[in-house]
């Protein structure tokens, strides 16, 4: 493998990606320390403390929690091309757009833009309104809103040309390094704090070598699944087109344990967040917020048998929208192709929409597993200065293993040996 990254850096134009891409990365990690102005730095460490905002923590880099340009990280972007995927099912003309080349992609890819500015602008306000009810803000009143809420949309933005010109000019997919980029680099902060509970006496070394067995256990079930697949066996039939005979091979069609990703977690964790963010504009003292600090907070026995349904529910969800299989059984029949012992058209679209259906249950239940699994990790091993999330280990070695396919790709055009030997 460290072979095959020295090759990497010999090639010039590989190289020059590559080394576009840690620039990009180091501008993001620069920025995630520019503060956003008017902000009571204080106030917000205390209001943000918790689990509960360690998620979006983690992925924005720590700039949640400092609350700088980039707090809000990219996930306004993201939520928009959720939206725009989702649109694409309601409204015929996107459906359209998408299927139109390249020119299609590039109007779907403006109208993601403009949403993303929306959506952040939106989600902007409403967290500066919550700060000033809050008292995090120095000076609260009008300009002080909209001062906060430019600043957030503007940073959001800046990522995004960020990310877009890193899938262009770089290597990988831009969005999906910044995200790897935020959950890495707050590995060091976190390890020193693990540090401190070891010299404090909070934890031991077993609690450590117990949590390193945990976390590769966890790495080598989310490579299995990430990679694990089912094929269907195809077969096409022979055809004679003139004087050459096509067809007669074998295939197959594979289909994904994971197909949905992180997706079902961001669209759950979105619904989750939904009661704490109406209980952020409501008192402390209201039943609203007793009843959620008692019986639906974040690690309760509620909160996380509804998160792992709705994670069920959002993988069976979005699955159904990304894949539909009287499409590929039609497609398979227009050249000739046919399932071994499963008729052509509605029969084969039916035995697919079974075998995907169990898929489908599996890597929800699998994804719902990882979504939960800080409160046992915590639980097992007394660690709680590192924020173990199954979630963020996802997206680093899905990221990660689509990256090095992108960097083995580039070898293999210039008969170089991959990563994978």
Do not use: C
Request: no cysteine; hydrophobic share 50%; proline share 4%.
């Amino acid at each position: 493998m460290f072979g095959s990254v020295q090759q990497a850096l010999k090639v010039g134009d590989l190289r020059t990606k590559i080394l576009f891409t840690i620039m990009m990365i180091l501008v993001f990690r620069i920025g995630a320390h520019v503060p956003v102005p008017g902000i009571n730095p204080e106030a917000i460490q205390q209001l943000l403390s918790g689990q509960l905002f360690g998620f979006f923590d983690i992925i924005s880099g720590g700039a949640f929690k400092r609350f700088s340009i980039f707090a809000m990280s990219i996930t306004p972007y993201i939520n928009a091309s959720i939206i725009m995927q989702l649109l694409r099912v309601v409204i015929p003309r996107l459906d359209e757009l998408s299927k139109e080349g390249e020119e299609g992609r590039k109007i779907i890819t403006q109208y993601i833009r403009y949403g993303t500015v929306i959506l952040a602008f939106i989600q902007a306000l409403g967290m500066s309104f919550a700060l000033g009810r809050a008292g995090a803000l120095a000076n609260p009143g009008f300009g002080s809103y909209m001062i906060i809420s430019i600043s957030l949309t503007a940073g959001t933005v800046f990522l995004m040309w960020i990310g877009e010109r890193i899938t262009e000019n770089g290597i990988g997919n831009g969005i999906s390094l910044l995200i790897f980029a935020g959950i890495v680099s707050r590995i060091p902060s976190q390890v020193s704090g693990v540090a401190q509970e070891l010299s404090g006496g909070i934890i031991g070394y077993f609690n450590i070598l117990l949590f390193i067995v945990i976390a590769l256990l966890v790495i080598a079930a989310i490579v299995a699944v990430n990679e694990g697949q089912r094929r269907l066996p195809v077969q096409y039939a022979k055809r004679v087109v003139g004087r050459k005979l096509y067809g007669g091979q074998s295939t197959f069609l594979p289909l994904k344990v994971n197909a949905a990703g992180v997706i079902p977690i961001i669209f759950a964790m979105a619904l989750m967040m939904f009661p704490a963010t109406i209980g952020s504009w409501m008192p402390q003292t209201s039943k609203f917020n007793v009843f959620l600090n008692t019986y639906f907070h974040f690690g309760s026995v509620a909160y996380n048998l509804i998160y792992a349904l709705l994670i069920v529910f959002f993988t069976y969800f979005y699955v159904a929208i990304i894949f539909n299989p009287m499409d590929v059984a039609e497609n398979i029949k227009k050249y000739g192709g046919f399932v071994p012992g499963i008729r052509p058209g509605r029969p084969t679209a039916e035995y697919i929409d079974k075998v995907l259906s169990r898929l489908t249950l599996a890597g929800g239940i699998f994804l719902a597993l990882i979504a939960i699994l800080p409160n046992f990790v915590i639980g097992l091993t007394g660690i709680t200065s590192l924020w173990f999330g199954g979630t963020a280990l996802l997206i680093v070695v899905g990221v990660a293993l689509d990256t090095m396919k992108q960097i083995e790709s580039h070898l293999l055009l210039r008969n170089y040996e991959g990563f994978v030997k």
